[in-house]
Structure formats: C-alpha cells, structure tokens
C-alpha cells in the first residue's frame, strides 16, 4: 500500500476567500477545506482494485505532537473549486464496466427551475462548469451495485468502501448483495467516493441542506455541502424547495464529494405550482427521470402512505408532520385514489436499476410527536415499506427505510427491531429520533440522545437535526453544530456496536489526555477548534498548552496529575518494573490487613456495633 499528501487545499475556517463567478452578483464561496486543524493532513492510500485498478482511498491523517499518527475517516473530498466542480473520481470504473451508455437525456424545460425562472426566461446563475451527456443501463442491464454483488462480482466501489471501513471485501459485497447495506452510486455522479450505508459497518450521518421559498440562494446552499462535509457528513439530502431547483442541484451534485439524496415530490409540487392535486404520475416521473440524469444517488418516495391509512393520524396529536406525506395525503384525498406512487412503484425500480438510484422509502406517516409514537399510522405504513423493500429487490434496486420522527426513549429499541425484522435486515434510517418535545432550540441534543440509542441497536444512518429545528431554516452554524452532534451520537453506537477500529480514537484522545498533550487533544476533537477556543479562554498562553493541569480543577486538585505523580513516584524511585512490582507488594499486603481485619470482625461476634467492653477487649 502506498500513500499521497494533500496538503490542505483551501483557506483556514475563519478566512473564508470567495470565488468570483462571471456575471454573478454575489460571488459563490465555500469553504471546502479538505482539513478541520492545521494537524490533520488528507492522506490517499493506494489500495488494488478487483480489476487491478490503482484506488486513493482517503484518509485525514492527524500529526501527534509525540511523534505519532491517528487516521480519521474523512468525508471532506479533495476540494473543489465550485464553479468548476471535482474530478469524475468512478468515470472509468463505470465505462469499464460497459454496461451503461450515453445518450441524448430528457430536454430541459425552463420549469424545472420554477415560475420565477419561466417568467425570466432563465435561471439565474446557470451551472458553467463541465456537462456530461448522461449516462443509463444498456437496454437489458442493471447497473446498480446490488445487481453486481449478486452476481459475485466485487466492484471498485466494494474495495473502496472495504478499504475506507477496515473491513474485508467480501463481508462488502455480501451484505449488499443480500440487501443489509447499500453503497448509493448514480452512474451519473462519478464525483462521489463511494461509502456504505449497513448496520454492520461505521453509522453514518446525513445533513440536510436546500433553498426554501423564503430563505437562502445557490450560492449558501453550495457553501452549505461543502461545509456539512467538511464537518463529516457522509451523505447530504438537497430540500430545496423554492426557486432555482434543478441549478441548486446541478451545482450541488457537481461539488459534491458524497452521495446525494432528494425528495422528488417536492420539486413534483414546484411544477404544479404548489397544488397536490394537480400532481400526476407523468409530472412525478418526469423530475425522477430529470433528477437521475443530473446525478441523484438516493431519493426519498413517499409510496407507503396508502389512502386507507390516512384516517388512522385523524386522532393523533399532531397528523402527519413529513411534508412527503402530506402531500400525498392531499392528493389521494383529493382524487378518492390510492397513490400513484405505490401504484406506478415497478416503473420506478425500473427506472432506478438503469442509474443506481437507491430508494430511501420515506415514513410519510412519521410522529411528529412522543404522543403518537408507534401508533397504528406509524406501524401500518412500515409493514408496506416491508412489502416495496422486497419488490425492489426483485429489481436488484439499493433500499433502505426511512423511521421517525419522535419517539419516547422506552420505545427506541422496538423501532429498529421491527423494522429490521420486517424489512429483512434493509438499512434502516431515521431522523433522530427526538425523545421529547418539549426543548425547543436544542433539538439537536434531544434527538441526539434517540440518535445514539437507536444506532447503537442497529440504525444504519442517523439524519441530523440542528438546533433550528421546529423553529427555521438552518444557517452553516447550525449545519455545523448538527453534523458534529450527530457524529457524535455515530461514533458513540460504533464504539457501543464494537466496530473494529472505533475505539482506538477515544484510546487516542485519553492517552493525550493523561499525558497532558493539549494541542493533541485539540486535534483530535470532533471540533478541533471549539475545543482550543474552550482551552483558551481561561489559559491562553502556549506553556498552558503543556501544563498538567487545566482551569477546570486548577494545578492542586487535578486528579490526573497527582495520579500520574503517583504513577511516576513509583517509577523514578525504582524504575519502571521495581515499581509496578512495589505496587503489587502494596496491594498484597493491603489484602492481607482487610483479611485479618475480617477474621477479628468475625470472632468478636460478626457484630456492627461493640460494646465498650468487647471493643477493649479487641484492642487489648
Ligand atoms: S484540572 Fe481537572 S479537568 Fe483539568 S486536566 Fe486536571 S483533572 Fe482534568
């Protein structure tokens, strides 16, 4: 195995330079930084290919200030710059593959951008950088990763993910091909480093990010992806839902290091202009076919809410609360018909298997609250997604299965076993959950706490939430806060799960810990920089960056330093070995007074409380 530096591409987090675009007027900026500290180094491993194929499988490579190394798993990519976009990374694995053509794609309609971009006559700040003719399956052909796994093919994508995991290859290409993990590859988004979504490899988070009608531009929303990665989002869903969709996208997915997910409905309802009604399957299939050309990896597809179980969330709290099943909601009702998305479900796996389009089968009936938790809504739509997970397969198509939403902490662990044991072990993947509704502004850490249990008990990925949630479009800030809360409540279940190789980060971060290397505990934080400005703010001076001690319990009562004094007390006086054997002699004699002392309590009657005469007694 060989490796390459790169050495971090763009400019440090708090000197963030814009990127002029011709005729913009605000420039697009992104802080696409391929590092978090100025310790951390992306590192590409040279690992072989099934074909023989060199593949850089990167690392961030953290420098130790004792001489040593910690690789972290990275999501950051090599760094873009967004008017033109990264390099197609799988583009000669997929051709080599000659399985997928080009051909001319669907003609674009200005409508794909919204009534604003029809009324202009453009959409504003078109994508620039390269196009590619899009690419699908030849005419009988799969092209999805499930396809090839079950045919006992192991692909550049399976030995990429193999080597970013640890994990033997075979354990890969096995749990993709029975339906336990997914690997979400577009053969139209060849930017993308392949990663592995199963509840048998690291737990991985998604940040949402997307324009609303109210709020935010393309510029925000691709500085957005570039720092959801930069902070460890594995994948990112765009939910944009306003003006300029498809552009949004077209430069999201081209700046984007990690896979891609949508929720078509919501740009289906931008072309009817927000009216569910007028929502037709022509008009739905239209903008999957649209969104599969420009590179989508996985989409959420509202098609297990059945018209029969709407009247099941009449009594609820709070109805239904996905915007996916509300919509859906609306437009069965409306038609007195059941869904065209769970009726017209075969075109779309046939659709799917001619780009690798994984589905994200959304819980359009999710609780919006503890109080509707595992209810009737909630249990009968999954039983469908049970049923659409299978039916997928039949198509070699990549699933997994959307889950709530707020659930009590009691009831987190039946979640996941239901719908492990219902949907044949598919990936499951949920939005926290919350476990109560009652803190508004910290979200992020009431649906953290669901996050870490339900992960722990099998979740595959974990959506973040921020602390905007319930309240408002999230800012970068809240994107970052929510990432890394949510990488958080990941590693957590990691460790808990015993992933090879989890633990060793906190071994790291302990033993620079206790031996009192600051800068190395800084650097190998999930937030490298909060953890110093933290440090800083009481002991700013650089001899405090070595000191045994921190403001916290000040130099007198630090524990961990009179427990390292004791430590080397032992050793300086006899060296390392006579004191580890001093100690042990400690120790025994210790054993043998509790012994004694024990015997004496005994033979005074194996009574608590002596009279003064038996105490005398004992000590005469
Ligand atoms: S002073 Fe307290 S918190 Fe700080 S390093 Fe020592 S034991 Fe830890």
């Keep these: 195995m060989t490796t390459t530096e790169n050495r971090p591409t763009s400019t440090p987090a708090s000197t963030p330079q814009p990127t002029p675009m011709p005729g913009a007027d605000v420039p697009v900026q992104a802080e696409h930084l391929t590092a978090l500290h100025s310790s951390h180094t992306r590192v590409e491993r040279e690992v072989t290919g099934p074909n023989g194929e060199a593949l850089r499988v990167p690392v961030s490579r953290v420098g130790l200030t004792n001489g040593e190394t910690f690789d972290r798993y990275t999501t950051s990519g090599p760094g873009s710059d967004p008017e033109v976009g990264l390099p197609p990374l799988r583009a000669e694995w997929i051709a080599a593959r000659g399985d997928a053509e080009t051909y001319e794609g669907r003609e674009r309609n200005l409508l794909d951008d919204g009534r604003s971009a029809v009324r202009r006559g453009e959409a504003s700040r078109a994508w620039r950088g390269e196009r590619r003719a899009p690419l699908r399956a030849k005419d009988g052909t799969r092209v999805t990763q499930m396809h090839y796994a079950r045919r006992g093919e192991v692909t550049p994508e399976m030995a990429y993910v193999a080597a970013r995991e640890g994990l033997p290859v075979e354990k890969v290409r096995e749990a993709v091909a029975s339906g336990r993990a997914i690997i979400p590859a577009n053969v139209n988004h060849p930017e993308a480093e392949p990663m592995i979504i199963g509840r048998d490899f690291l737990v991985k988070v998604n940040a949402n990010i997307g324009n609303s009608a109210v709020t935010s531009s393309i510029a925000e929303e691709v500085d957005k992806l ?44 931008e072309k009817v202009d927000g009216k569910a009604e007028e929502l037709t399957w022509d008009v739905f299939r239209d903008t999957v076919i649209e969104q599969c050309e420009q590179g989508v990896d996985y989409m959420t597809i509202h098609a297990g809410v059945l018209l029969r179980y709407v009247p099941m969330t009449a009594n609820r709290v709070t109805g239904i609360v996905s915007r996916g099943g509300s919509i859906m909601a609306g437009w069965m009702l409306a038609h007195h018909r059941e869904s065209f998305l769970y009726e017209h479900y075969d075109e779309l796996c046939e659709i799917f298997a001619k780009y690798d389009v994984a589905f994200s089968l959304g819980d359009g009936l999710r609780p919006g609250s503890t109080a509707d938790a595992n209810d009737e809504a909630q249990l009968a739509e999954l039983r469908t997604l049970a049923e659409l997970t299978e039916r997928a397969w039949e198509y070699d198509v990549q699933v997994m299965v959307e889950g709530p939403g707020h659930v009590p902490l009691n009831l987190v662990p039946e979640n996941v076993q239901m719908q492990q044991d219902w949907c044949h072990g598919a990936p499951f993947y949920t939005l926290g959950p919350l476990v109560t509704d009652i803190a508004p502004g910290y979200d992020h850490i009431t649906s953290a706490i669901g996050a870490a249990t339900i992960a722990m008990h099998g979740t595959a990925m974990l959506c973040y939430v921020t602390p905007k949630e319930h309240l408002g479009l999230p800012n970068r800030d809240d994107v970052k806060t929510g990432v890394v809360t949510y990488k958080l409540s990941a590693h957590a279940a990691d460790i808990a799960k015993g992933h090879p190789g989890a633990r060793a980060w906190d071994d790291a971060m302990s033993k620079a810990r206790f031996e009192f290397r600051w800068h190395d505990q800084f650097a190998l934080s999930l937030d490298p920089q909060l ?90």
């Design 226 to 269: 570039t720092w959801a990665v930069t902070w460890g989002a594995d994948t990112v869903m765009d939910l944009s839902t306003g003006d300029d969709i498809h552009t949004t996208r077209e430069w999201i997915i081209r700046n984007s290091p990690v896979p891609i997910g949508t929720v078509p409905i919501y740009q289906a309802l």
């Design 531 to 620: 953890a110093q400005e933290y440090h800083d703010e009481t002991l700013p001076a650089e001899p405090a960056k070595t000191a045994h001690f921190c403001s916290m319990c000040g130099p007198k009562f630090c524990s961990m330093r009179i427990s390292a004094d004791i430590r080397e007390k032992y050793s300086a006086a006899r060296g390392d070995d006579a004191g580890v054997a001093a100690a042990e002699a400690d120790e025994a004699l210790a054993e043998a007074g509790m012994a004694a002392k024990s015997k004496e309590f005994v033979e005074l009657g194996a009574s608590v409380y002596l009279t003064p005469e038996k105490a005398g007694a004992a000590k005469g």
